[in-house]
């Protein structure tokens, strides 16, 4: 099981940014996929955005243009700049990690909110 610690979450005013980090540890098996998912309350979670060892991304329509997701393989961390916040963002926002078996891994969750 990969573990995944989530960071750089809060409250921020509409039109700001912020940016997430989370880094994964504690598996001897190699982390392909990493992305973001959020989840507001009495909704599903859904894909913010996902990115790949080689660095290919995939985003919702909803965050295109604003959101950029990264990676540092090195460090086995990956990074989600988020601009242009609009209260529709506010959400719980979670770090997963899929091995090279398929596996996923969730983060604990760190809180976004954009006030209007």
């Known amino acids: 099981q990969v573990r995944l610690v989530e960071s750089g979450g809060g409250l921020v005013q509409a039109g700001g940014s912020l940016r997430l980090s989370c880094a994964a540890s504690?598996?001897?098996?190699?982390?392909?996929?990493m992305g973001w998912y959020r989840q507001a309350p009495g909704k599903q979670r859904e894909l913010v955005a996902t990115i790949t060892t080689g660095g290919s991304t995939n985003y919702a329509d909803s965050v295109k243009g604003r959101f950029t997701i990264s990676r540092d393989n090195a460090k086995n961390t990956v990074y989600l700049q988020m601009n242009s916040l609009k209260p529709g963002d506010t959400c719980v926002y979670y770090c997963?990690?899929?091995?090279?078996?398929?596996?996923?891994?969730w983060g604990q969750g760190t809180q976004v909110t954009v006030s209007s």
């Open positions: 997963a990690a899929d091995d090279m078996f398929g596996r996923r891994s």
């Open positions: 504690g598996s001897s098996f190699r982390v392909n996929v």
